[in-house]
């Protein structure tokens, strides 16, 4: 079964730091790229950042850049999502999806899932205080 277990939220000041894990499993994962997607409350789904595993591209939305990086390690079938600088407006859940392409879409990120396992895992709560 695929899955996708986020973990390593909490609650930070703003200006504070914190690293986002997304462990994956259940189907090759140097196959794919994963995106971040992140949903505050009453919002529809934003798409953060994105890693091609297949040749190390990465992708990231105009409000994150600078201050987010993405990163894989493809021997423990992770990928992280170190956010820096953190401000309140990054309050949200944080979910990770496998991905087949992910582009540039002006300040925005575009994602493409796979047609038959796309999936979502829980996600983790980020909460960044003013």
């Known amino acids: 079964e695929v899955q996708l277990v986020e973990s390593g939220g909490g609650l930070v000041q703003a200006g504070g730091s914190l690293r986002l894990s997304c462990a994956a499993s259940?189907?090759?994962?140097?196959?794919?790229?994963i995106a971040w997607f992140r949903q505050a409350p009453g919002k529809g789904r934003e798409g953060v950042s994105c890693?091609?595993?297949?040749?190390?591209?990465?992708y990231y939305a105009d409000s994150v850049r600078g201050r987010f990086t993405i990163s894989s390690d493809n021997t423990k079938n992770t990928v992280f999502l170190q956010m820096n600088s953190l401000k309140p407006e990054d309050t949200a859940v944080y979910y990770c999806?496998?991905?087949?392409?992910?582009?540039?879409?002006?300040?925005?990120?575009?994602?493409?899932?796979?047609?038959?396992?796309?999936?979502w895992g829980r996600g983790t709560q980020v909460t960044v205080s003013s």
């Open positions: 259940g189907f090759t994962f140097d196959d794919y790229g």
């Open positions: 890693v091609v595993n297949s040749d190390g591209s990465t």
């Open positions: 999806t496998a991905a087949v392409r992910c582009a540039d879409a002006g300040p925005t990120i575009v994602v493409v899932t796979p047609r038959h396992f796309a999936s």
